[in-house]
């Protein structure tokens, strides 16, 4: 059976950091496509970032150049470094894996909230 843990979130003021984890279980990250989406009170979930299992990358505009996304395949886990956080920002954050194989996934979801 697979689980996605996530964790990291919180309540933080503008500007500043955190990083996000997802620890996956029954599943080989490193055969999946991985994905940040985030989901705000009254939006559609969108896309932050996601890695193919090629290494290929992509990021939401609004997030470039201060979100990092990571695969770390030792410890099956993928991770979302964001930095410079913004009001705009807060939001319930999921993880995401798929392949054609396995399947897709996704985790419980994890609450950031930035504000002064």
């Known amino acids: 059976q697979v689980h996605l843990v996530e964790s990291g979130g919180g309540f933080v003021q503008p500007g500043e950091s955190l990083r996000l984890s997802c620890e996956a279980f029954?599943?080989?990250?490193?055969?999946?496509?991985v994905a940040w989406y985030r989901q705000a009170p009254g939006n559609q979930r969108e896309l932050v970032a996601d890695?193919?299992?090629?290494?290929?990358?992509m990021y939401l505009d609004s997030v470039k150049g201060r979100f990092t996304i990571s695969k770390d395949n030792p410890k099956n886990s993928v991770h979302l470094e964001m930095n410079s956080l913004k009001p705009e920002d807060t939001a319930t954050y999921y993880c995401?894996?798929?392949?054609?194989?396995?399947?897709?996934?996704w985790g419980q979801g994890t609450q950031v909230v930035v504000s002064s």
């Open positions: 029954g599943i080989d990250l490193s055969r999946c496509n």
């Open positions: 890695e193919t299992t090629s290494g290929s990358i």
């Open positions: 995401h894996v798929d392949s054609v194989q396995l399947g897709d996934y």
